[in-house]
């Protein structure tokens, strides 16, 4: 296209244009700014109320405090006292062991010892034979009580007034 | 020239631009870390509600249970109230009818954060066998918290050929630590 301006004269037009070009854009900008902070500010204001509203820490009322810890002491206390009440009563484990005791068994010595998951029986005395120390060993496999009968085989050498000493595991 | 006046105003507006972008993003900036406090807080508040609640649900139960509390707690023997366990203790060994004396009493160490620690005590006497079982089932009808961990019967004859039995034991009560 032709064109009748000076070179000066079109730079100096050109300039103008840009300038002009820019300060619109630029108070475009603004009111699109101005109109962005203007929606911002009431979630801001809202949000920063609402985080001064909950600023202030949680706490329990007094009746409330000591609550937590009693219930965490009666469990510990139900549990110790689940521990005991479920134990099988030594006076009743020595019952059960001499009602087996046929005539023939004499038994001279009991020990008990009561450990978590592994309770355990020693069991020593005289049989007239060994007929009945066999009757007695297995008279004590049958109660269900006893996980585990160990006599020494050794135990059966003699045929009377057999010394033995037994060996019970169980879970009392 | 007429754009002499738009330069130091558009200058102006450039710079009044940028602040209100700056601006803008800061606003922005700030209302999402205030939402991530909000939502981080509301969160707690509830969780702080929840429990608020099981804790009043709980005291009421634990209102509603107080007898059988009461009754559970005087099967523990108070710390300060050993002294007392061991007198009755012995006056119950003595009433068993067999010749049974209290020999080493001890207190374990609670073990952490617990409330309840073992009183130690061992037992040892003689009898006829009526009165070493007695003696056992003595002990084991106590209404404390007491457990035999031990028990060893061991038979002998005296001179006049009369059969007694010797009884020991390992015995285990359980104590209740002061509470501060």
């Known amino acids: 296209m032709k064109t009748f301006l000076t070179e000066q004269y079109a730079k100096a037009v050109a300039r103008e244009y840009r300038g002009r070009l820019v300060f619109v854009a630029s108070a475009l900008s603004c009111i699109a700014f101005l109109a962005a902070i203007a929606f911002a500010l009431p979630t801001y204001f809202l949000l920063r109320a609402k985080a001064d509203a909950i600023s202030t820490p949680a706490s329990y009322p007094d009746s409330l405090s000591n609550v937590e810890s009693s219930a965490a002491l009666l469990k510990e206390k ?18 059960k062991i001499l009602v087996r005791a046929v005539d023939g068994i004499s038994v001279t010595n009991i020990s008990l010892r009561r450990d978590t998951g592994a309770s355990a029986i020693s069991l020593a005395g005289v049989a007239d034979t060994r007929e009945d120390l066999v009757a007695f060993q297995k008279s004590l496999e049958s ?11 050794s135990a059966l050498a003699k045929g009377k007034d057999v010394h033995f000493s037994f060996s019970i595991d169980s879970d009392f | ?55 009043i649900t709980l005291k009421k139960a634990l209102i509603d249970a107080r007898e059988s509390v009461g009754e559970l707690d005087r099967r523990f023997v108070p710390e300060d109230g050993v002294p007392a ?25 609670p073990a952490e954060g617990s409330h309840i620690r073992s009183l130690r005590l061992r037992v040892s006497g003689t009898g006829t066998w009526n009165e070493a079982m007695a003696l056992v089932s003595s ?26 039995w010797g009884v020991s034991a390992d015995l285990s009560q359980y104590v209740l630590t002061k509470q501060e």
Not at chain 1, 143 to 153: H, M
Not at chain 2, 141 to 146: A, I, T
């Open chain 2, 139 to 164: 002990l084991e009808s106590m209404e404390s918290l007491l457990s035999i961990r031990s028990l060893s019967l061991v038979s002998s004859e005296n001179d006049s050929g009369k059969k007694t």
């Open chain 2, 85 to 109: 366990f061991i007198d009755m203790f012995e006056a119950r060994l003595s009433s068993s009818g067999s010749k049974a004396a209290l020999g080493t009493v001890s207190l374990d160490d």
């Open chain 1, 78 to 95: 139900i549990s110790a006292a689940e521990t005991v009440a479920d134990e099988e009563r030594m006076a009743a484990i020595v019952e």
């Open chain 2, 1 to 55: 020239m007429k754009s002499s006046s738009y330069k130091p105003l558009g200058t102006l507006l450039v710079v009044l631009a940028f602040g209100l972008l700056c601006a803008w993003i800061f606003i922005l900036w700030q209302s999402a870390s205030l939402r991530t406090k909000v939502e981080e807080a509301s969160a707690q508040i509830s969780e702080a509600a929840a429990k608020e609640t099981y804790l």
């Open chain 1, 143 to 153: 109660e269900p009580l006893f996980s585990k009968v160990v006599l020494p085989v």
